[in-house]
């Protein structure tokens, strides 16, 4: 073909960034050019970017290869709709963009039933090309190579998009999140547990262009820190594109030993939750940071009963954004499989520190209040101060691990103790392996014979991890085994 071609990928903005105000829009584009630079850069790609008629054109360089945009980075800012690999010709004419149009399509409709969509982008005096006639031609083109025509439901869509900068062919169209450009409306923090919930919550802000600091309240020391930054770092690699968020990691373990030492046992999961609020609003505070993010949704535990939720709340003077309030859990695992983060989320959220057998389901305010008058002066102010703060996308994973506490086989003459639940233990476990359940585990490990070699083994590796590290600073000789369930049973 003598016309010059150029190789790009087409960027739809959200619909909502169009109906918005002069001054407004502009604003909003302009940070979604600045995410959009940062995907890119993320991506090792530097390529020139053109704004136009409520799309952005990424002219891909010659020698960067891109199968499929399906998951790419360009896939992932927020403030896209839709992204298509596309090529521009530098051709107007209706006869010249028919042939173009053929020598590009013939092969992919061949054998296959197919339609033709054109469309005429920018002002209609700058395109002489007829829509409709352009689809009649290269239909009519393309139909000897083909097995037919089918408007409703074609095997292959041929697309062209006329304008004045040339016409751009492409096939597929990849969805984007929509929503607003990550930044525009300002920063929270999110409340993060590394389970389902909490990433799937702070995702959906995020689409709605909240910046987010992320707080974790660790409750399993090293290794539950290690599960939740993994998390973490998968929302800040892959979805906060303009942003470099910070996981700020508080010890909360001296805080669940004060509440089980000091206050009731059927209000201790409403009482973690206040001062986790009141954790996240110090961070708030010093991050200038306007709202605190949280995955909660209306009766999925008994902290999350409306009444238990109202009490919740007055723990802090910020406003808390609940996204999920109203959603399904299976709503929320299938957007968490979206966002790449379920498998992960499946390790973490086996963990659970305080789960009282009788729990509050309408905690009065007046007794939680008072509740609280026992927990020590100045301890979760002591405890925010000392936290750990990670910049998410610099971080190095392995930095986190404990050092000798995993083995990848079994010593002679170790315990092996299976910390799962008793109905996957009795579908198959090492033949090696007693079964005592992570929370009793938890419970009785003060009174093991500190004579023995302990390996502790669980589906994933969280807990294991978890309950060895805790009998190490015990004195126990403890390990857990590295790759959970599945590596034992390979190594057996």
């Given amino acids: ?46 390529a020139r970017i053109e704004v136009s008629h409520e799309r952005m054109f990424v002219e891909l360089p010659g020698d960067y290869a891109v199968p499929s945009l399906r998951d790419h980075a360009l896939t992932r800012v927020f403030g896209i709709s839709s992204v298509s690999l596309a090529v521009r010709h530098a051709v107007w004419e209706t006869e010249d963009i028919v042939r173009t149009g053929a020598e590009l399509f013939r092969e992919q409709v061949r054998g296959k039933r197919f339609a033709v969509r054109a469309r005429r982008v920018g002002e209609r005096h700058t395109v002489r090309a007829e829509r409709m006639e352009v689809e009649r031609q290269l239909g009519a083109a393309l139909y000897p190579f083909a097995a037919g025509v089918d408007l409703d439901a074609p095997e292959e869509t041929v697309h062209v998009e006329l304008s004045a900068a040339g016409t751009a062919y492409f096939s597929e169209r990849s969805q984007g999140p929509g929503g607003l450009p990550l930044g525009v409306e300002g920063r929270a923090v999110s409340l993060h547990s590394g389970g389902f919930d909490s990433v799937v919550a ?104 409306l009444h238990n939720l109202a009490v919740v709340s007055r723990a802090t003077e910020l406003p808390i954004l609940r996204p999920l309030v109203g959603t399904n859990k299976d709503e929320i695992i299938e957007l968490a499989r979206r966002i790449g983060t379920a498998e992960l989320s499946k390790v973490v959220g086996e963990y659970c520190a305080m789960v009282p057998r009788r729990p509050a389901t309408r905690a009065p305010q007046d007794l939680v209040e008072a509740q609280e008058t026992r927990l020590p002066a100045g301890l979760l102010d002591d405890l925010v101060a000392k936290r750990s703060v990670l910049d998410l996308r610099a971080l190095d994973l392995d930095s986190l691990d404990v050092e000798g506490l995993a083995l990848d086989r079994l010593p002679p003459g170790a315990l092996l103790l299976d910390l799962r639940p008793v109905e996957p233990y009795r579908s198959e476990h090492h033949p090696l392996a007693l079964h005592l359940e992570f929370s009793r585990a938890l ?26 590290e805790r009998m190490r600073r015990d004195g126990f000789d403890a390990w857990h085994f590295t790759g959970g369930q599945r590596a034992l049973m390979r190594s057996a």
């Fill in 202 to 305: 702070a995702w959906q802000m995020q689409r709605r262009g909240v910046a987010l600091d992320h707080v974790f309240c660790n409750l399993g020391g090293a290794s539950h820190l290690r599960g939740a930054a993994r998390v973490a770092r998968v929302l800040a690699d892959r979805w906060s594109y303009g942003e470099r968020p910070l996981l700020h990691a508080i010890d909360f373990e001296p805080v669940a030993e004060a509440i089980r030492a000091h206050t009731e046992t059927r209000f201790w999961q409403v009482l973690l939750k206040r001062m986790m609020l009141r954790a996240a609003e110090a961070v708030a505070r010093e991050r200038r940071a306007i709202a605190i993010v949280t995955g909660d949704a209306v009766g999925q535990v008994s902290s999350q009963t």
């Fill in 443 to 468: 419970e009785a490990y003060p009174s093991f014979d500190r004579s023995r070699t302990y390996v502790l083994c669980c589906e994933f590796g969280l807990l294991s991890a978890h309950l060895a």
């Fill in 1 to 46: 073909m003598g016309e010059t071609a150029t190789r790009f990928a087409l960027l739809r903005f959200a619909g909502e960034l169009s109906i918005k105000a002069r001054g407004t829009r502009a604003h909003f584009r302009r940070r979604l050019l600045q995410n959009l630079r940062d995907a890119l850069a993320a991506e090792g790609v530097n």
